[in-house]
C-alpha cells in the first residue's frame, strides 16, 4: 500500500472511514435530534426578533362608498338583491373580527346577531342601521306626512342630510309602495351593495275601503306567508318593524267600523314575515284630529328604539331575537289587584316546610333587629325596632332580645323563586311589583279594571306593589298561601323607602317594555303607560306592615302617584298612623268572629278585637280620607246570611264606599289546605243578589247608602255613601288633581275630606245596570276573540 498525497496510507485510510462508519451507525439518531432541535430554536429565535409581516385571514369585502342622497328623497335606493348568499354571511364574520369577537366557535342565539355600536374604535366600524319608510298614499297626504316625518326621524337620530361615515345610522329613506318592487323588499330583505348594514322597516299606511295599492301589498304580505317554497318569516333577517296607520274618525270612527283597518293587517302580517319584530307598537292617527300628536308620540318612541338600537344591538326585551319573547294572543291567567284568587299553587315540599317553620317563628314574638346584611344595606340608623303587633300599646323595647335579623325573602329562598316565577319582581328584600293583566289589557285596549269604571283610574297607568310581602293572616283563599312569608312582628332587614319607590317603578317601566311587541299594544297607551299615574299597594301581603310606610307614601305622592291602600284590618296601631292616602281600604272578609277565624285564619290570638279597632278608626276617619271597605264573597264560607252582618258592620266603620266582589278562580283544581273549587266561585247574579240584599239590610238600619255601579266583567259592584250623590248623579270618580293640590297646600296629615277631591259624575255606561264596560274598549274572550255587544 502507498501512501496518498497526504502521506496516509490507504489502510489508514479504510480504517478512519470505517470508524466514521461505525460511529455514524451507532449515533445518528441523537446526532440528528441534536441538530434539528438546534435548527428550530435557531428558527424560533429568527422569527421572534425579525418584523413579521401582517397576516390577512379574509379579504377585505366592502370597500367605502360615496356618499349617498340626502333624506326625504323618494328614491331607488342603493341595495341590490344577491342571489349568492355567501357575501352577506362573509360579511358578517368581518364584522365580528372588527367587533373584537372572541375567535373560534360561536353559539349563534336567536337570528339577528348581537351587535354593540358605540365604545371601543371596534365597536364605531359595527354594521349601519338602514331605516326604510314604506308608505302608501291616494291623495298625496300621506306622502307629505312621511317626508316631514322621515325628516324629523334622521335629525333625532343625529344623521340628517349626507350621510356621516362614523354614524350608526345611514339617512333614511322614503320608499313609495307603488313603486318599489315587493320581491326585492318583502320576501327577503335586500342585501346592501356596499357595506354592512342591517334593515329596519317604518310604514305609513292609509286605509281604505275602495281598491288601492294597499291591497296588492297586503296581498303579497299574505301570499309570501303562505308560500309553501318560503320560510314562513323570510323578513327575520331585518332588526325590527313598526306601523303607523292614517285614518278618518268621522267616516270611520272606531276600529270595529274599520279606523285605520289596513295598518292594522300590515302589522299583523309584518309581525308573521319578520318573526314578531315589532319594535313599537302600532299607532293610529287622524291628522284631522290626533293624527300630529299621535305620530310625535310614535315617532319619540322609535327614536329612543333606535338608540337602544344603536347602543345595545337588540331592540330590547320583549321583542323576537333581543330578549325574552312576551307575545300570545292569549289572556293571562286572571288575577290582579286585591282580586282573591282561587289557584292550584304547586309549592314545593322545601316551600311547604319552610312555610310551617314560619309560622311557628310567628309565634315567638318580641324580638328586636340587629341589622345585619353583609352589603351593608340595612345597616341605617332610621331602621326601626322589632314592632309587636300583637300586644296594643306596649313598648317594643321593653320586650327586646337580640337576634340577627334575617332577610323576609332572600334570594335563594324558596319564596323568591316560586314569587319569580309567578311574575312577580323582588325589590330589596321585602318589596314586590308586578304588572297586572288589567294594565295590559289596557295597553290593547281591551278594557280596563272596575277602577277605571268606579274611580276612573287608567289601568295601563298602574302599578300594582307592596313594600310588604308579609302578612299576618292565612286566607283561605290567598293563592300564595304556603308561600309567603307570615308574621305578627316585622322581623325582617328593613329596606329604606328610597330603594323600595326606585326599585318597584324601575321593574315596572321594564314590564311595561317587555309589552312592546305583544299584538295589539296601541302607541298612545304605551307611551302613556311610561309615566305611572296610581299605585295600588295592595298586591299580595300588608303594606301597613313596612314601618316606614309613610315615607314611602310621601314620595309615590311627590311624583303625583295617587294611592289606594289595603289592610287587613288587624294593625290598628299602623292604621292610626297612617298619614293621607287617596283610598284606604280594609278587607271586611267575614261579618261576625267565628266565620273571619275560618276565612282569614288570623295568627293574632285578638284578631276580632284588632278588626273592630280598625272599623273604629276608619269611622272616625271617614270625614279626612275616602274610605272603602272591600268585601270579597266565597260561596260557602261568608255569603250566605251574613249580610245582616255586613250591615251591623258598615254601621260601625260608616265606609264612603263598600266594594263587593266575588272571588276570582284561577286554576284547576282545589288549594288542598283551603278546600276551595270553582264552586266556592260565586256567580255573577248571585253577587248582584247578596249586594241588594245588603243594600236593603242597610237602608233597614236608616243608613244612607246606594248602589252606584259595577263592573260585570270582573264581578264586582260598588255601593257608596249618600255622600256621593249629587243632584240625583253619583260622584265615585275623583278628582286627582284636586287631591295632590290639597295634600301639597295641607301636608299629609292636613285637614281635608273625601269631598273636597270629589270627581266628576260617575260614566253612564259604568253605573248600576249598565254593566260597566267603556264602550271605547273592545270586549274580548280568554282567547282574545272580539266579544259582540250585548
Ligand atoms: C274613499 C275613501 C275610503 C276611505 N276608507 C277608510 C277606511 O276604511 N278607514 C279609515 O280609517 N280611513 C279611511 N279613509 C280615510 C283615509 O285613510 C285618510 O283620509 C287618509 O289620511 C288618506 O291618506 P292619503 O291622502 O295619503 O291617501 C278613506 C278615505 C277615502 C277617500
Ligand atoms: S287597580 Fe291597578 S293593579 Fe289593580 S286591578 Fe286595576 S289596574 Fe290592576
Known amino acids: 500500500m502507498f501512501p496518498d498525497s497526504r502521506g496516509v496510507s490507504p489502510s489508514v485510510m479504510s480504517e478512519i472511514t470505517h470508524c466514521v462508519l461505525?460511529?455514524?451507525?451507532e449515533h445518528r439518531i441523537p446526532i440528528i435530534m441534536s441538530t434539528l432541535f438546534v435548527l428550530s430554536l435557531l428558527r424560533l429565535y429568527l422569527h421572534s426578533a425579525g418584523k413579521r409581516e401582517e397576516l390577512r385571514a379574509l379579504p377585505k369585502v366592502y370597500e367605502k362608498v360615496p356618499l349617498e342622497k340626502s333624506v326625504g328623497a323618494v328614491e331607488k335606493p342603493k341595495i341590490v338583491v344577491k342571489e349568492d348568499d355567501s357575501e352577506g354571511s362573509q360579511s358578517s364574520r368581518l364584522g365580528n373580527q372588527k367587533r373584537g369577537a372572541k375567535q373560534g366557535p360561536r353559539r349563534i342565539k336567536g337570528d339577528i346577531s348581537r351587535k354593540t355600536r358605540g365604545g371601543t374604535e371596534a365597536e364605531s366600524e359595527a354594521r349601519k342601521i338602514q331605516v326604510l319608510v314604506f308608505y302608501s298614499s291616494l291623495t298625496a297626504s300621506t306622502e307629505k306626512i312621511t317626508q316631514t316625518f322621515t325628516q324629523e326621524l334622521a335629525t333625532s337620530l343625529g344623521c340628517f342630510g349626507e350621510k356621516v361615515p362614523d354614524a350608526a345610522f345611514l339617512p333614511p329613506r322614503v320608499l313609495d309602495l307603488a313603486e318599489v318592487d315587493y320581491d326585492e323588499y318583502f320576501i327577503t330583505p335586500p342585501k346592501t351593495e356596499n357595506e354592512?348594514?342591517?334593515?329596519?322597516?317604518?310604514?305609513?299606511?292609509?286605509?281604505?275601503?275602495?281598491?288601492?295599492?294597499?291591497?296588492?301589498?297586503?296581498?303579497?304580505?299574505?301570499?309570501?306567508?303562505?308560500?309553501?317554497?318560503?320560510d314562513t318569516s323570510p323578513l327575520a333577517p331585518i332588526l325590527g318593524y313598526s306601523v303607523f296607520g292614517l285614518g278618518d274618525r268621522e267616516g270611520w270612527p272606531t276600529e270595529e267600523e274599520g279606523f285605520c283597518v289596513q295598518a292594522k293587517e300590515v302589522d299583523k302580517w309584518m309581525a308573521k314575515l319578520s318573526g314578531r319584530k315589532?319594535?313599537?307598537?302600532?299607532?293610529?292617527?287622524?291628522?284631522?284630529?290626533?293624527?300630529?300628536?299621535?305620530?310625535?308620540?310614535?315617532?319619540?318612541?322609535?327614536?329612543?328604539?333606535?338608540?337602544?338600537?344603536?347602543?345595545?344591538?337588540?331592540?330590547?326585551?320583549?321583542?323576537?331575537?333581543?330578549?325574552?319573547?312576551?307575545?300570545?294572543?292569549?289572556?293571562?291567567?286572571?288575577?290582579?289587584?286585591?282580586?282573591?284568587l282561587i289557584e292550584d299553587v304547586s309549592v314545593s315540599k322545601a316551600a311547604k316546610g319552610r312555610g310551617s317553620g314560619s309560622l311557628e317563628d310567628v309565634e315567638d314574638i318580641g324580638r328586636i333587629m340587629e341589622l345585619s346584611r353583609p352589603d351593608?344595606?340595612?345597616?341605617?340608623?332610621?331602621?326601626p325596632l322589632a314592632v309587636d303587633f300583637t300586644t296594643e300599646g306596649k313598648p317594643a323595647a321593653k320586650k327586646i332580645v337580640a337576634v340577627t335579623v334575617k332577610e323576609m325573602v332572600p334570594k335563594n329562598s324558596p319564596t323568591y323563586t316560586a314569587l319569580t316565577k309567578q311574575g312577580y319582581s323582588i325589590v330589596g328584600s321585602h318589596s314586590g311589583v308586578k304588572i297586572c293583566r288589567w294594565t295590559k289589557s289596557a295597553l290593547r285596549g281591551r278594557g280596563s279594571c272596575y277602577k277605571y269604571s268606579f274611580y276612573g283610574i287608567n289601568s295601563h297607568q298602574c302599578m300594582e306593589s307592596t313594600p310588604s310581602l308579609s302578612c299576618s293572616n292565612k286566607c283561605v283563599f290567598c293563592w300564595r298561601h304556603g308561600t309567603n312569608p307570615v308574621g305578627t312582628t316585622w322581623r325582617w332587614v328593613v329596606d329604606p323607602p328610597q330603594l323600595i319607590f326606585d326599585g318597584v317603578k324601575e321593574n315596572h317601566y321594564k314590564k311595561i317594555k317587555m309589552m312592546r311587541g305583544v299584538p295589539g299594544v296601541r302607541a298612545e297607551r304605551f307611551a302613556e303607560a311610561m309615566r305611572v299615574r296610581h299605585c295600588a299597594l295592595s298586591l299580595v301581603g300588608e303594606p301597613i306592615f313596612y314601618p316606614h310606610i309613610n315615607e314611602f307614601l310621601g314620595m309615590l305622592h311627590g311624583e303625583r302617584i295617587s294611592s289606594f291602600l289595603v289592610c287587613n284590618a288587624q294593625h290598628p296601631d299602623e292604621l292610626a298612623a297612617l298619614q293621607h292616602v287617596t283610598q284606604l281600604y280594609v278587607s271586611i272578609d267575614a261579618s261576625n268572629r267565628e266565620s273571619l277565624r275560618r276565612i282569614d285564619r288570623p295568627l293574632h290570638r285578638d284578631f276580632w278585637e284588632r278588626f273592630q279597632r280598625c272599623l273604629d278608626i276608619l269611622r272616625a276617619r271617614r270625614f279626612r280620607q275616602r274610605t272603602v271597605f272591600r268585601l270579597t264573597l266565597v260561596k260557602g264560607f261568608n255569603i250566605e246570611d251574613e249580610a245582616e252582618g255586613y250591615a251591623a258592620l258598615v254601621e260601625r266603620g260608616l265606609p264612603c264606599f263598600v266594594e263587593v266582589k266575588g272571588v276570582t278562580y284561577c286554576g284547576t283544581s282545589t288549594s288542598s289546605n283551603a278546600g276551595l273549587t270553582m264552586a266556592n266561585v260565586p256567580f255573577y247574579q248571585e253577587v248582584c243578589d247578596f249586594v241588594v240584599a245588603l243594600e236593603k239590610a242597610l237602608l233597614k238600619r236608616g243608613l244612607q247608602y246606594g248602589i252606584a255601579a259595577e263592573h260585570a266583567h270582573s264581578c264586582c259592584i260598588l255601593l257608596a255613601s249618600e255622600r256621593f250623590r249629587v243632584d240625583g248623579k253619583w260622584h265615585t270618580l275623583i278628582d286627582y288633581d284636586k287631591f295632590f293640590q290639597l295634600l301639597e297646600a295641607k301636608g299629609p296629615d292636613g285637614d281635608f275630606s273625601p269631598e273636597d277631591y270629589m270627581g266628576p259624575p260617575t260614566p253612564e255606561w259604568a253605573t248600576w245596570g249598565n254593566g260597566g264596560f267603556d264602550p271605547r274598549d273592545q270586549r274580548v274572550d280568554r282567547k282574545g276573540r272580539p266579544i259582540e255587544a250585548a
Open 278 to 340: 315589532r319594535a313599537y307598537p302600532l299607532g293610529m292617527g287622524d291628522w284631522n284630529r290626533d293624527g300630529k300628536e299621535r305620530l310625535l308620540e310614535w315617532r319619540t318612541g322609535l327614536a329612543d328604539v333606535l338608540k337602544q338600537l344603536e347602543q345595545t344591538g337588540t331592540l330590547g326585551e320583549g321583542v323576537l331575537g333581543a330578549g325574552d319573547p312576551l307575545e300570545s294572543d292569549d289572556e293571562e291567567e286572571a288575577e290582579d289587584d286585591g282580586e282573591v
Open 22 to 25: 461505525e460511529l455514524w451507525h
Open 196 to 230: 354592512p348594514t342591517d334593515l329596519f322597516y317604518l310604514f305609513v299606511i292609509p286605509s281604505y275601503n275602495i281598491d288601492t295599492i294597499n291591497d296588492n301589498f297586503l296581498e303579497h304580505l299574505q301570499e309570501t306567508h303562505h308560500d309553501f317554497r318560503i
Open 376 to 383: 351593608g344595606a340595612g345597616q341605617k340608623p332610621a331602621a
